[in-house]
Nanobody
Framework: QVQLVESGGGLVQTGGSLRLSCAAS????????VGWFRQAPGKDREFVAA????????VHADSVKGRFTISRDNAKNTVNLQMNSLKPEDTAVYYC?????????????????WGQGTQVTVSS
């Protein structure tokens, strides 16, 4: 079992940057594929980025490609999401998720483990 705790959210102006982190418990976290999702008010939770368990494969949603980057540090049991050139439409609660082994997947129902989320607000 793995537990996830997000941090790093906050209020930022358009064009600014934030770095989200997700701290994971459990000695086997390096064998988990990880993902970031977000949910804006009144909308479904949507895929943002994912990385496979090896760290060798990543995928990013078209809406964030070139602006956001997912990374992981297995020595620290963390997953990060570097967000640059932020836009008001990036405002949402951001969640990290994990699944044992496996590929970097976009479907949220593939991830059994979720954090509680961190709020990101981008002002115009």
């Amino acid at each position: 079992q793995v537990q996830l705790v997000e941090s790093g959210g906050g209020l930022v102006q358009t064009g600014g940057s934030l770095r989200l982190s997700c701290a994971a418990s459990g000695r086997t976290f390096s064998t988990y594929a990880v993902g970031w999702f977000r949910q804006a008010p009144g909308k479904d939770r949507e895929f943002v980025a994912a990385m496979d368990w090896t760290g060798g494969s990543t995928v990013h949603a078209d809406s964030v490609k070139g602006r956001f980057t997912i990374s992981r540090d297995n020595a620290k049991n963390t997953v990060n999401l570097q967000m640059n050139s932020l836009k008001p439409e990036d405002t949402a609660v951001y969640y990290c998720a994990a699944r044992p082994w496996g590929a970097a997947l976009r479907a949220r129902n593939e991830y059994p483990h979720w954090g509680q989320g961190t709020q990101v607000t981008v002002s115009s």
